[in-house]
């Protein structure tokens, strides 16, 4: 049985979004990866997180190099509180791709399966500052 080319570009349409090769997408737009990465996170964790404010989950504003589990005001899982360290690219990379691995039992249940948007999303959030911008 042969393939419909069709069918074959259906299920490489994410990979051909998260890469910029379709028009539309935000990259293929020559939005620099910042703005891409503003734009997954508006899409993507604005439902339960915001840059300055706690809500469902923590403020993130600063997160790139704060300590686990210290957003002021923010009342985090038994399990996150047990993981020590910082958040750094690499650890974020871990959690935004499976919560579960860096803090079993966590809460978060989110989880974003690209690498390419975890990598925007993680750029976003470093250039935030801790101080606002």
Request: charged fraction near 20%; proline fraction near 6%; charge should be positive.
């Amino acid at each position: 049985m042969q393939r419909s080319p069709v069918r074959g570009f259906v299920s490489a349409l994410p990979l051909l979004i998260a890469v910029g090769l379709v028009p539309g997408s935000v990259w293929a737009q020559g939005v620099p990866p910042s703005s891409a990465g503003a734009t997954l996170f508006e899409s993507k964790c604005l439902a339960c997180h915001s840059l300055e404010a706690n809500r469902i989950g923590p403020m993130l504003r600063g997160v790139v190099g704060r300590k686990v589990a210290s957003a002021a005001g923010y009342e985090y899982s038994d399990a996150l509180r047990r993981v020590k360290g910082q958040w750094d690219a690499a650890r974020l990379e871990k959690w935004l791709q499976d919560p579960q691995s860096v803090a079993a039992g966590t809460r978060m249940a989110f989880s974003l399966p690209s690498a390419a948007e975890r990598k925007a999303v993680i750029q976003y959030l470093a250039s935030t500052g801790a101080t606002g911008r």
